[in-house]
């Protein structure tokens, strides 16, 4: 059984996982033969599992959970905990899946507009050769088109089950339907369809220079300023409980 090293901010779990131990991980939730989720965590995904039970479940139920905002690293440091490193949402995938097809791995793709799912499709297949991709559907669909897909994804049985924008309740529709699922891996990516299709240009790392001006914005924009204020307070009352 795959055993993570991982920090906890307010009760979320955050896996520190460096570059090299993917392989042997996916390899051993696999092995596991259940299914796993694995999660992107920003502040505001925490911070919504505060107020949500349901989605603070689904956090602490995911077998994977990679931070992508600085904002999570700095609480870890005010927390002063380990700090995870944080990964770029689209390399990350990228590493996932040459993981996957390394181990002869299969891949269901589903989200997006059809047009974007059918050049992704195509562009996998070039890009990733030896993996096998074992079914796709759009992600704009009905309550009777989700049965059929649930059924279609538990018949494939795919090693991952690849998801973007479409989904009611993105990493939530994962979530509420994982007993429905075969064993093996599932994810939500925002617009890494988007970015296989070629509709939008890959997303860039955080620097400085746009830790800077997401900085400003939130003195600029009241609701984000708010938002980062609640975070650290509740960082704050959880630092004080813990000493």
Request: glycine share 6%; charged share 25%; net charge positive.
């Amino acid at each position: 059984m795959y055993q993570n090293k991982r920090v906890t901010i307010l009760r979320i779990p955050l896996d520190i996982m460096d570059d090299d131990l993917l392989d042997s991980a996916v390899r051993e939730l696999l092995e596991e033969e259940k299914p796993g989720q694995i999660c992107f965590i920003t502040y505001r995904d925490i911070m919504k599992a505060q107020f949500s039970r349901h989605y603070m479940d689904c956090l602490r139920s995911s077998r994977l959970n990679i931070p992508i905002t600085p904002a999570v690293t700095f609480a870890a440091s005010y927390l002063k905990k380990d700090k995870p490193p944080i990964a770029n949402p689209f390399t990350f995938v990228i590493r996932l899946l040459g993981t996957l097809e390394r181990q002869g791995r299969s891949v269901y793709v589903l989200g997006s507009r059809k047009k974007n799912i059918l050049k992704s499709e195509s562009n996998l297949k070039t890009s990733f050769p030896g993996l096998h991709i074992v079914g796709r559907y759009a992600g704009t669909f009905s309550q009777q088109e989700e049965q059929n897909i649930i059924l279609a994804v538990r018949k494939s049985s795919p090693s991952l089950l690849l998801t973007g924008k479409g989904l009611k309740g993105n990493n939530l529709w994962l979530y509420r339907h994982r007993k429905e699922f075969p064993a093996g891996l599932s994810m939500w990516g925002r617009s890494c369809f988007e970015v296989f299709s070629g509709k939008k240009s890959k997303p860039r790392s955080s620097t400085p220079g746009s830790i800077a001006w997401k900085t400003l914005l939130s003195f600029i924009l009241p609701w984000r300023l708010i938002s980062h204020i609640l975070f650290f307070l509740m960082l704050t009352v959880e630092k004080i409980k813990n000493r």
